[in-house]
């Protein structure tokens, strides 16, 4: 049995999709690689994670204080100190040079979760290019990019004990909204990769404040907290929709709850039937969910339960390019708001449907 043979029509499409799809991404790329020449992009990197490697390097808390107004310019460092110390081998270089090499690392981060999910299809990387929210990401050169790559290397290494645990470790200590992960290997009754990964991700974040001399941490769940109050109602989370619309800041922190439970409760459904795929996607999207302050390059974490559900190429690969009718700072008027969550919408239809068998037809004698 094999495959029905594509028609010469089809063919030239593909050929003209492709070549359509990689001029664009190789323009955008381009582009991307000159403002690192001339230092336009790498705003997170560029105030907030080097200024923080800075400060440590200096024996200063790298944590603002709530009146500072560098937290009113999305300036303001408000990871745990981890980041900021990895950040430190670049603080001694010139400004551009740092930030030029943090621009490089996320785009390479980019594409190599791209080749980590086991996507071979060059059109799929082109498209991701093309992304509104990989341009965001890119032009912020923030952690998002790289937390991507992590979700991609915790795919791959699922099986495994210690490689995954220093992975989700990592990963969940940086940015603890990608806690349903954790949820995700339970379910899946991996208990041992799930309490190291635990452990190491305390571990990791105890030892970086001890690297600081615990600067900044009693002060730090309220600078946390302060931080969802400046930005949450202009971001792009449910909060921030329930925002858009008039409604009462506590409404949209119920509906974040709901629906972000539902589909941490989904995930672990999923992960007791066995099915780890599914229970892998709802679980990231619940981070998505229940994070009070969602911008565009945040919904870089879908691009791995969008290649395990189609590795090659579709349609469905081109709906984050509708995101460039949304502002990439702040969450818009009128229906801009809820373009994300719509784009989320349908791409998790999309990567909870079963694909469809492709007919085959007998081989020839």
């Known amino acids: ?20 799809l990689l001029s664009v991404a190789a323009v955008i790329l381009v582009g991307a690689l000159l403002a690192v020449l001339f230092g336009a992009p790498g705003w997170d990197s560029r105030f907030a994670y080097l200024s923080a490697a800075d400060a440590v390097l200096e024996g ?10 560098a937290l009113d310019e999305d300036k303001g460092y408000v990871y745990p100190p981890q980041l900021a110390i990895a950040y430190t081998p670049l603080a001694p270089l010139p400004l551009e040079v740092a930030t030029g090499i943090a621009v490089l690392a996320t785009i390479a981060a980019i594409l190599g979760a791209l080749a980590v999910a086991g996507v071979r299809d060059i059109r799929c990387y082109a498209a991701v290019l093309l992304w509104a929210p990989t341009v965001n990401a890119i032009e912020n050169a923030n952690v998002s990019a790289a937390l991507t790559l992590g979700l991609a290397l915790a ?19 940086t940015k603890l909204v990608l806690w349903p992960v954790l949820v995700w290997t339970v379910s899946m009754r991996r208990l041992r990769a799930a309490a190291l990964a635990a452990g190491a991700g305390v571990l990791v974040t105890l030892a970086a404040w001890a690297a600081i001399g615990f600067a900044g941490l009693a002060e730090y769940p309220d600078l946390v907290s302060h931080l969802s109050d400046l930005q949450e109602d202009r971001s792009y989370s449910i909060a921030g929709m329930a925002s858009a619309l008039g409604l009462p800041q506590a409404a949209g922190r119920l509906a974040m709850l709901v629906l972000g439970g539902a589909l941490v409760v989904a995930c672990w459904r999923f992960g007791r039937r066995g099915d780890d795929r599914r229970a892998f996607t709802c679980a990231v999207v619940a981070a998505l969910a229940l ?32 995101l460039w009718l949304s502002p990439r700072l702040g969450h818009g008027d009128g229906v801009q708001p809820f373009l994300p969550a719509l784009v989320v919408g349908v791409l998790l239809y999309l990567m909870l449907a079963r694909p469809k068998e492709r007919p085959v037809v007998a081989e020839a004698a």
């Open 1 to 20: 049995m094999r495959a029905l043979a594509a028609s010469p029509a089809a063919d030239r499409l593909r050929l003209v999709s492709t070549g359509l």
């Open 60 to 69: 200063r808390s790298p944590y603002p204080g709530l009146d500072d107004p």
């Open 155 to 173: 795919w791959r290494y699922r099986a495994t004990v210690w490689p995954f645990a220093v992975v989700v470790g990592l990963a969940v200590s």
């Open 291 to 322: 994070s009070p302050i969602v911008w565009q390059h945040y919904l870089m974490f879908l691009l791995v339960p969008l290649a395990l559900a189609r590795p090659r190429f579709t349609a469905a690969w081109l709906l984050p390019v509708v």
